[in-house]
């Protein structure tokens, strides 16, 4: 049984140590492999306890439900997605490369990806995941404004919003198996041929 001072505590978990802190990002890192393996629906807060090995108190004691677990899901989601936009950006990416940043993130990190776009899964004016998202709008805009130069900001909206349509669903075909093997294979260099064909289409037009 939990103890009152301590409700992560339980006899079962003597083989699983923690050191003040640790729980939290163990508890979510937990959660992402759930729903890697069974998706957002099947995820429950008994079941992510059995998986540590810690009392079924526990991960309500950090995030008091389910749409609380997903919101910090979703937090390190965005928090990690920022990272790879900024270093695309400030490495001196162009916006292209900011965009294959942004269909790796997707492959690679994909339970975080499922979540972060489903708002209805968490609560998306929460602190933890306002400040990393702005921070991803920050370096998105900023880069379309780099591209197009001295324009107006509604265009600078209109063309940021486009490529970011571009990006997300060819990143979803890729997550959903919808393209042939040979052309998912590399979703770098499709990004890359992809955005070259569009941005060059633009131009012409």
């Keep these: 049984m939990p103890s009152p001072r301590n409700p992560d505590y339980s006899p079962k978990a003597s083989g699983h140590p923690y050191h003040h802190g640790d729980l939290r990002r163990t508890l979510v ?14 995820l429950s807060l008994r079941d992510l306890a059995r998986r540590v090995g810690v009392s079924h108190a526990a991960p309500a004691h950090h995030f ?16 990690r997605l920022a990272q790879r936009i900024d270093a695309a950006y400030k490495n001196g990416g162009s916006f292209l490369e900011v965009g294959v940043a942004y ?9 975080y990806f499922e979540v972060m776009f489903r708002p209805e899964l968490y609560r998306r004016d ?7 998202l702005h921070a991803i709008d920050e370096a998105v805009f900023g880069a379309v404004r780099t591209m197009l130069g001295d324009v107006p900001e509604e265009r600078v909206m209109i063309a940021g919003v486009g490529a970011w349509a ?19 294979a590399d979703p770098e260099a499709l990004t890359r041929a992809v955005g070259s064909a569009v941005f060059a289409s633009s131009r012409t037009t």
């Design 29 to 42: 890192e937990a959660a992402v492999t759930s729903i890697s393996e069974s998706g957002s629906a099947a």
């Design 103 to 111: 269909v790796r993130f997707a492959v690679d990190e994909r339970p």
């Design 64 to 79: 008091g439900d389910k749409t609380g677990l997903l919101t910090a899901v979703a937090a390190e989601g965005y928090r």
């Design 166 to 184: 571009l990006v997300h669903g060819l990143a979803t075909l890729i997550n959903g198996g919808n393209l042939p093997k040979d052309v998912a």
């Design 126 to 132: 929460d602190p933890e995941v306002a400040v990393p």
